[in-house]
């Protein structure tokens, strides 16, 4: 069973930077993570797609463009999005997904608040 766990949020100020973690465990073969990114919800809002990474191939939000790069650490499980220039629009809870095996996984969740 993939686990993921997520780690790297908290209370910034508008123009701050954090950084988010995500390590993936029980993954036996990783050359079928197929792929792995981030999404986010704010409250009364769905869920969106922040950033993605896919067969080396970047996908963003158009909201974060030139603000947030993801990575992917191959040898690790792990993915992680940098965030830069951060605004109060960015605020919400941000959760980490894993397509393994053709199947989603989901982290639980960090918070990510950015005061004005």
């Known amino acids: 069973q993939v686990q993921l766990v997520e780690s790297g949020g908290g209370l910034v100020q508008a123009g701050g930077s954090l950084r988010l973690s995500c390590a993936a465990s029980?993954?036996?073969?990783?050359?079928?993570?197929?792929?792995m990114g981030w999404y986010r919800q704010a409250p009364g809002k769905q869920r969106e797609l922040v950033a993605s990474?896919?067969?080396?191939?970047?996908n963003y939000a158009d909201s974060v463009k030139g603000r947030f790069t993801i990575s992917r650490d191959n040898a690790k499980n792990t993915v992680h999005l940098q965030m830069n220039s951060l605004k109060p629009e960015d605020t919400a809870v941000y959760f980490c997904?894993?397509?393994?095996?053709?199947?989603?996984?989901w982290g639980q969740g960090t918070q990510v608040t950015v005061s004005s």
């Open positions: 997904n894993v397509e393994y095996y053709a199947r989603n996984y």
């Open positions: 029980g993954v036996f073969f990783r050359f079928r993570i197929d792929a």
């Open positions: 990474i896919r067969s080396g191939t970047t």
